[in-house]
């Protein structure tokens, strides 16, 4: 029994033993599955090495570059979790260039990277650009922007960010919008800070904005010599500098900027993105000294997933910038590239054919990447729309966007405005119009606070730099005071500056809109003389020179004077002409009375009055003409309407018809009377001031001399341009000698013209202008402007300072100082010596009035001059009927002859009874003759 029981009991426990076997095995057996699903699953993904070099000890790049780069990673694969070629990421440091190159080739050696994002700097990109290509590995730089280095030279090398040049046509925008006309450049003397000079220096040429000077800062530079080249940038007219360093030379320069006083009123200041970009990692002293500085940096639009990015970075250290932005669509862009590239077993790294035992920097023997092509391929096509915006390359760099314009106000910035390559500035970039146009325009941007705290926009210079007065250039002339005079006070020793060019200056300056401190300064040549031509003393505002800041006096605007020199606009009308003898005409004709009309006018005259006669006598006699001898009545004809002109009560008319037509011929008598006796005055006046000379060729052609203001810019024109011989060409100084040179005559030492400018002329004529007179064609000059040096930028102020004098009352009453009133625009000029005549055509249209008036008169006359026509009509109408009739009766005679020839009893007596109608004049009739003869 006992044995059964412990039977019993065993079953059940081997059972239980069993089961838990089972089970173990199953367990065992399911694990083994799982494993092998995970490995199955681990070696289906595709593992692809890359590389990133960055420079971890600037927090601004490096630093914020790192993070984003972990953070894309992550980000990319937790949004496509089933994508089989997966990035593996190995980042090293690089302080520097030999930094840089050790670590790129211990990623290639040792990783077998098939890429490598980096390098961060233009600097260290030589190097692995060139290493890439050996082994056909693309080099991808999200920072390295400068223009020294192009994908268009490296096919290996991809910019994942904007050059620099993009953001050329937006800082010249920028200066355009504030008619800014120039520019000083400070930018590092490094590879980087030179590469964007040369494309900048370009677009602002064409743009005319000139860059008068440039300032490379070498990074060896200390405080005290930065200091010093602050110092020569401070006393150069320009107050527009635009800044290309990176970030750590930026702090360095900016505090020396603020210490040397020129972050003040009047000055502006521009930042590349270069150093825009990086504002964030600054120190916040350094940004307070740069208080109202313009930066631009690129413009990234706002997206969902950039906010997200913001709040995930927001304790995060360095600060976000644009570089980030930019390193996070990287690997965006290179992770999708690698999955497009396939699967498969190509996915390797070709070693050399040396050994690798002498180390792992051993460059000789790294190697080529099979996969490096296909990702480069694959990486230039790709489109997306990133943090940074819509990322897209374009020939090896990222595609251009727009810019936005900020303003540095205490420690922080403010945007106020952005820039776009297709609308420019514009206020905000959503906000514009694809109508509008490319706008230049700073009125859409915000306010902005200018260094100084100064509201108001610099206007780009200051005169004068460096607290000096400008110097303004006088000449001394020797005669015509009235223009130009310098006279010596006796008692002090100091110089007097006067005359009319003196006071239109000092009266301009006053004008100006901003202050101009100056100072006249006489001009004298090497050896003392002050009475210098008027081309040198130009020529000494040149920058080899310059003397001078600016010429005062009765300078001439000419062509080739301006090759040299810049002129205002001219505040007097002026021109050269020539001043001859007058010409006293004492025995003039004794038929100059028929001058004033021409030859067709006195003959259209008679006309006229010969038939107005003829029509008044037909009119007033009415049929009784017959009466009149045909000589008295020729000189009714030629008599009546003289006689009524001058003795109208002589005659009188009875006639309606009649005083019509007499009124008529009276208008056009007293017309023609009236410009009769106007141009035989003037023919008269004309006669007694004759010039003695007309025309430049008669002076030539006879050898005579001819004279011209000494100093003045006549010499060459009288031998270049009208081509007198230098020989007969005398210079005279003043008023007096040109009196007496006129007075004496070319044949007796003297000249027989003088050429000069109108307003001197002018000055001459009103001492004395009843024995001189300007005579001869007007040669086209600018008139008098102040000169300075080439592209000068006082030009344009002054130029509207000068239209503001010469259109109000000041300018009228300087000319009337100096030359007295009435006398500003004289002008006495005698051009032909031959007065012109009246024309019959002058008078066409009474001469038509009084023919029609004529022909309705005749119209409308019931006098025998239309009854005699009809009577003379009838009388040979009835001529040519009874001629007819005769015609017909002799017709009929010769039938009758011919009747009687035959022996009819009928015949005879038709002839006898003809005869009984014989002819009146008792003549015998044929046909009696007959009758008798046979009888």
């Known amino acids: ?302 997206s969902e997933a950039l906010e997200s990015f913001k709040r995930r970075w927001k304790w995060s250290k360095p600060e976000l910038n644009i570089y980030g932005l930019w390193a996070y669509d990287t690997i965006w862009a290179l992770a999708t590239a690698a999955e497009r590239i396939g699967e498969g077993n190509n996915l390797r790294f070709l070693r050399g054919q040396g050994s690798d035992v002498e180390g792992k920097t051993d460059i000789a023997n790294l190697g080529v990447s099979e996969v490096g092509p296909k990702l480069l391929k694959e990486m230039l096509n790709i489109k997306f729309q990133g943090l940074s915006g819509n990322f897209h390359l374009v020939n090896g760099h990222l595609q251009p966007s727009a810019f936005e314009i900020f303003n540095l106000i205490g420690r922080g910035e403010r945007l106020i405005g952005c820039w776009s390559p297709e609308k420019g500035i514009c206020r905000n970039i959503s906000d514009t119009k694809h109508t509008e146009k490319y706008s230049t325009s700073v009125s859409k941007l915000k306010k902005i606070i200018w260094p100084g705290d100064s509201i108001t926009a610099p206007k780009g210079w200051a005169v004068p730099a460096n607290g000096e007065k400008i110097r303004i250039g006088v000449p001394k002339k020797q005669g015509f005071n009235e223009f130009l005079d310098v006279t010596r006070n006796p008692q002090t020793g100091e110089l007097n500056f006067s005359g009319f060019c003196i006071d239109v200056f000092r009266a301009v300056a006053d004008a100006l809109p901003f202050p101009f401190p100056y100072e006249f300064e006489l001009s004298r040549d090497e050896a003392g003389d002050s009475s210098v031509i008027y081309d040198d003393l130009l020529h000494q505002l040149n920058e080899s020179e310059k003397k001078f800041d600016v010429v005062v006096g009765d300078i001439t605007i000419v062509a080739n004077r301006a090759n040299y020199v810049d002129f205002s606009l001219p505040f007097t009308d002026s021109g050269v002409t020539m001043l001859v003898p007058v010409k006293r005409n004492l025995h003039r004709s004794m038929w100059v009375f028929l001058k004033p009309l021409s030859l067709g006018l006195w003959l259209t005259a008679i006309a006229v009055s010969i038939a107005t006669g003829a ?256 009577s003379v009509a009838k009388t040979y109408y009835r001529k040519y009927v009874s001629f007819q009739q005769h015609l017909h009766s002799d017709v009929k005679d010769k039938v009758m002859d011919d009747r009687l020839k035959l022996p009819n009893t009928n015949t005879l007596e038709t002839v006898s009874a003809g005869a009984d109608h014989g002819c009146h004049d008792g003549s015998a009739s044929p046909a009696k003759h007959v009758t008798e003869s046979t009888s």
């Open 615 to 870: 029509v008044l006598l037909i009119l007033e006699h009415n049929g009784r003409s017959e009466s009149l001898r045909p000589l008295n009545l020729l000189c009714l004809i030629l008599w009546f309407p003289v006689s009524s002109m001058v003795l109208p009560e002589r005659q009188i008319v009875t006639n309606t018809r009649s005083r019509f037509v007499l009124v008529v011929w009276l208008f056009l008598a007293f017309v023609l009377m009236q410009s009769y006796t106007a141009s035989l005055s003037s023919i008269l006046m004309s006669d007694q001031l004759q010039p003695k000379y007309f025309s430049v060729s008669e002076l030539i052609s006879k050898g005579y001399y001819v004279g011209y203001q000494k100093g003045s810019f006549l010499k060459s024109m009288l031998i270049e341009q009208l081509k007198f011989n230098e020989s007969k060409l005398k210079s005279y100084a003043n008023v007096e000698e040109y009196r007496k040179a006129l007075s004496k005559g070319s044949q007796n030492g003297g000249v027989a013209a003088i050429f000069d400018e109108i307003p001197y002329l002018q000055v001459f004529l009103t001492k004395y202008g009843s024995d001189f007179t300007m005579a001869g064609p007007k040669y086209r000059t600018d008139g008098f402007g102040f000169a300075f040096p080439l592209n000068s930028r006082l030009v344009p102020y002054v130029s509207r300072a000068i239209l503001n004098v010469t259109e109000s009352e000041k300018m009228v009453a300087i000319q009337t100082k100096y030359f007295g009133v009435g006398n500003q625009n004289q002008d006495s000029s005698i051009s032909s010596p031959n007065s012109p005549c009246l024309e019959a055509s002058s008078f066409g249209g009474l001469f038509i009035i009084t023919g029609i008036s004529l022909l309705l008169a005749l119209i409308g006359s019931k006098t025998f001059v239309w009854q005699k026509p009809a």
């Open 1 to 302: 029994m006992e044995m059964k029981g412990k039977s019993k009991i065993k079953a059940p426990f081997w059972l239980i033993w069993g089961l838990l076997i089972w089970v173990g095995l199953s367990c065992a057996a399911k694990i083994d599955v799982e494993e092998e699903v995970m490995n199955e699953n681990r070696t289906a993904v595709n593992l692809i090495h890359v590389g990133a070099v960055v420079d971890k000890l600037t927090p601004s790049i490096g630093g914020a570059a790192e993070k984003c780069i972990q953070m894309a990673l992550t980000d990319f694969y937790a949004a496509h979790p089933y994508y089989r070629n997966r990035l593996i990421m190995h980042i090293r440091d690089s302080q520097d260039v030999v930094a840089a190159t050790s670590a790129v080739v211990d990623l290639v050696k040792n990783q077998k990277v098939h890429a490598i994002i980096g390098p961060e700097s233009s600097s260290e990109a030589t190097f692995m650009i060139k290493l890439g290509e050996q082994i056909r590995v693309p080099i991808i730089s999200f920072s390295a922007t400068s223009l020294s280095i192009s994908p268009s030279h490296s096919p290996f090398f991809v910019r994942t960010a904007q050059n620099d040049s993009s953001q050329v046509k937006a800082i010249t925008t920028i200066v355009q919008g504030f008619g800014w006309h120039e520019l000083v450049l400070i930018y590092e003397d490094t590879e980087y800070g030179k590469g964007l000079i040369p494309f900048l220096t370009d677009e602002l040429q064409q743009s005319n904005i000139r860059v008068p000077y440039k300032y490379a800062i070498a990074t060896s530079m200390d405080a005290y010599q930065i200091s010093e080249q602050l110092n020569k940038m401070k006393n150069r007219q320009t107050r527009v500098f635009l800044v290309h360093v990176t970030s750590p030379f930026g702090s360095v320069l900016f505090p020396l900027v603020d210490k040397a006083g020129m972050m003040s009123e009047g000055y502006a200041w521009i930042l590349t993105n270069s150093l825009s970009n990086c504002l964030d990692a600054m120190d916040p002293l350094v940004i307070k000294s740069m208080e109202g500085v313009l930066g631009i940096r690129p413009y990234f639009p706002a």
